[in-house]
């Protein structure tokens, strides 16, 4: 008798799962099934992007329902609440719709393996009137929230005379890419006709509680973003440890206060709160699930974890991998392989992670990075079309390997085109 098809779950859509359920879903000997709380992908290394409107988010969303059919999985759309462990069972919360009308009822998903790779959110550190007062990145919705209001403060400023102010606290590559890209939005607002163009419209300020910006950056990379941001007359001020963020204001612990119009909110991540309540998985200080050396949980050998989701530690003593997309990718392309491997009766070799460095858009500041080539232990500083070109190779090794290579490169020939086809400064997302 044939022997049933192993089934395989990935819970989260992101750079990470949606790669492996695309890359899985060839394989005949496993049925697999893909699960995400909205119905369609977005690249999150492009937000930042999205909510200074310098690029159409439309370009890089991508319906799980038609790439289930495209490339042969099974889409479940549902927020996860639990995991059965004994019942090897997935909890789905009921799909409301904007009304709150239920489209979709409450429902378990089986599954034999099980890939948990639900990302993860800026934390606030129990900071006072984060929640009520700031902008975090973490999902589309948040920078067509950013957005929004980001519009409406510069137009007041075209009126007024005082540029609008936006304070960024956080100098990693969200708070430093994101101040970039204002720059370019900025000059869309400014009205050529009637000489604006000496109207500052923009103030923008980064605020880093560590006593250097972009902490974990080598040296030079550190210099080389600071050059950018001084030629993009972008403020920045170190050891800013923030206690508040007010309406109007964000507050220093000693009492320092920059006037705002808007305030992002960009300091750090941590996992997806919904992490700690799935299951009795062994979490760490940053509420990750920890995983072996073959990307498995500690708790379950069934279950995987991968990402911003998962903390992995490449040797005991070791930092856990920094998250991001670079690292969710490899990840999802170790498992693609080791999970058939393990199906089929055999031992995969450990997962290995190769780190490519680190690489920064700044818009009209130009690209940098520090890349480490062959597995080199130093770091090398590159910038111009070089880092450009390394930077965007991150996303369009996610275009091939979710669409093929075909259809991946004409999705990467239609974003190349589009910024002068398809302004995004507008009123609404
Ligand atoms: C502005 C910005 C710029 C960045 N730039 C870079 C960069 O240049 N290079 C780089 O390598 N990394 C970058 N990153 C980091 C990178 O985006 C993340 O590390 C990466 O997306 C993590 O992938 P993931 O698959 O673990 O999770 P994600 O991509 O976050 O995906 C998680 C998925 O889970 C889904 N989900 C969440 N909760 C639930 C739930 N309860 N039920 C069902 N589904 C759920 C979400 O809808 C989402 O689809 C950047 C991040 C930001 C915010």
């Known amino acids: 008798m044939e022997k049933r098809k192993e089934r395989i779950v990935v819970l989260g859509g992101g750079a990470g799962g949606l790669e492996l359920a695309c890359n899985l879903a060839g394989n005949n000997k496993a049925l697999v099934t893909l699960v995400d709380v909205n119905g369609s992908h977005v690249w999150k290394p492009r937000l930042h992007e999205f909510a200074a409107g310098t690029v159409d988010s439309t370009l890089s969303e991508m319906s799980f329902y038609m790439l289930a059919a495209m490339r042969g999985f099974t889409f479940e759309q549902g927020k996860v609440v639990s995991i059965d462990r004994q019942a090897q069972t997935v909890r789905l919360a009921a799909v409301r719709s904007q009304h709150g009308a239920i489209e979709g009822p409450e429902r378990d998903v089986a599954y034999d393996r099980l890939v948990v790779a639900l990302g993860g959110v800026t934390p606030d550190f129990g900071t006072t009137g984060v929640a009520e007062h700031a902008v975090r990145l973490d999902e589309k919705a948040d920078a067509d929230d950013f957005r929004d209001l980001f519009v409406a403060a510069i137009l007041r400023s075209r009126h007024s005379g005082k540029p609008a102010k936006v304070s960024i606290v956080g100098s990693g590559a969200t708070g430093t890419e994101l101040a970039s890209h204002l720059r370019v939005s900025e000059r869309g607002f400014i009205n050529q006709a009637v000489l604006e163009s000496h109207q ?78 799935l299951c ?79 690489l920064l858009s700044l818009a009209r500041g130009g690209s940098v990075g520090s890349i480490s080539p062959f597995r080199s232990k130093n770091d090398f500083l590159v910038h111009g079309q070089f880092a450009r070109a390394a930077y965007q190779s991150i996303q369009r090794r996610h275009q091939w390997s979710v669409l093929g290579y075909l259809r991946g490169s004409v999705a990467i020939f239609a974003d190349a085109i589009s910024p002068a086809k398809s302004p995004a400064l507008k009123l609404h997302g």
């Open 200 to 277: 500052r419209l923009l103030d923008v300020v980064i605020l880093e509680a560590a006593p250097e910006i972009m902490p974990g950056a080598s040296d030079g990379l550190r210099k080389a973003v600071l050059d950018r941001l001084a030629l993009l007359d972008i403020d920045t001020h170190t050891n800013a440890k923030i206690a508040a963020v007010e309406r109007d204001a964000v507050v220093a612990e000693g009492g320092e206060r920059w006037p705002t119009d808007i305030t992002v909110w960009a300091a750090g991540l941590v996992g997806n709160p919904c992490l700690e309540h």
């Open 280 to 358: 009795d998985f062994a979490m760490d200080s940053k509420h990750r699930i920890a995983v072996d050396n073959r990307l498995r949980t500690t708790v379950d050998e069934r279950i995987y974890a991968l990402g911003d989701a998962a903390s992995f530690k490449p040797t005991p003593d070791a930092v856990p991998l920094p998250p991001t997309a670079q690292c969710a990718s490899q990840q999802a392309a170790y498992l693609a392989g080791a999970i058939p491997k393990t199906i089929a009766g055999g031992t995969p070799d450990h997962f290995e992670y190769n780190d490519q460095g680190r």
